[in-house]
Nanobody, 124 residues
Framework: QVQLVESGGGLVQAGDSLRLSCAAS????????MGWFRQAPGKEREFVAA????????NYVVSVKGRFTISRDNAENTVYLFMNTLKPEDTAVYYC?????????????????WGQGTQVTVTS
């Protein structure tokens, strides 16, 4: 079993930056694809970004390309999401997730471990 704990969320203004962290425990995530998802009030959870096992391949939803960066530190068993130029529409609960069966991102339904989420609120 893998436990994922997110941190770094908060209340910020439009244009600000935040860094989310996802600390994994229980097992090494060094061979897993890792991802970030978000869910805004009244909306379905959506894919935000994913990173392959060695960080060589990253994927982003169009709405965050150029503003968000996903990275990982396998030695620290941690994944990050750097969020720049935040917009009010980025407001959501952000979830870290792990796909323990694949080394690179294929589809969102493959993620089998999830954190509890961290709230990000962006005011205009």
């Amino acid at each position: 079993q893998v436990q994922l704990v997110e941190s770094g969320g908060g209340l910020v203004q439009a244009g600000d930056s935040l860094r989310l962290s996802c600390a994994a425990s229980g097992r090494t995530i060094s061979t897993y694809t890792m991802g970030w998802f978000r869910q805004a009030p009244g909306k379905e959870r959506e894919f935000v970004a994913a990173i392959s096992w060695n960080g060589g391949v990253t994927n982003y939803v169009v709405s965050v390309k150029g503003r968000f960066t996903i990275s990982r530190d396998n030695a620290e068993n941690t994944v990050y999401l750097f969020m720049n130029t935040l917009k009010p529409e980025d407001t959501a609960v952000y979830y870290c997730a792990a796909d323990s069966h694949h080394k690179t991102y294929f589809r969102s339904t493959y993620f089998d471990y999830w954190g509890q989420g961290t709230q990000v609120t962006v005011t205009s």
